[in-house]
């Protein structure tokens, strides 16, 4: 009978531990982060691979660059000088905030803007802005800077497990 007694407190101290180290944060994404279909975009830069992510506080902003499978695969090998004919970039700014479960750690918040670059040939890039809503804006004056920009990111890395 005592050895029972032990059992069942044993069990229950386990059970307890257990439960009060699970995580209390929730792991549905928030509404204004689910975007698809949306305005004017052509496609959902979220079911495309994230290539980088570029941090603005000074803005309160974070852009996240998203390719296609093409894209993807091209930014693995850096020995090629320039994106091939079918890569498809989405830049997405979003504003940032603080986020609630880990201290020092930034999360989107919501869409400022959307950029689309495509290289449907060899020297001709499409470019397309959209603005918070998707609607699809006018090309803006430094349409040039912006393609380079985004042309220019280099894919994020993660260490080498060896």
Known sequence: ???????????????????????KASLELKESLVFYPFGDVPENPQSLQVLTCCLYPKDQSMLVVYGNSTAFNFSQSPEHPSYPVGTVLYGVLWESEADEDWFGAVVPKQIKQIERIEVVQEETIAYSCYDAQGKLQKKPL??????????EQQKASSPEVK
Not at 5 to 10: A, G, M, P, S, T
Not at 142 to 151: D, K, S
């Open 142 to 151: 430094n349409e040039t800077e912006r393609i380079q920009y985004m042309l």
């Open 1 to 23: 009978m005592r050895r029972i007694d032990l059992k069942i407190i044993v069990g229950g101290i386990i059970g307890m531990v257990a439960l009060s180290c699970t995580s």
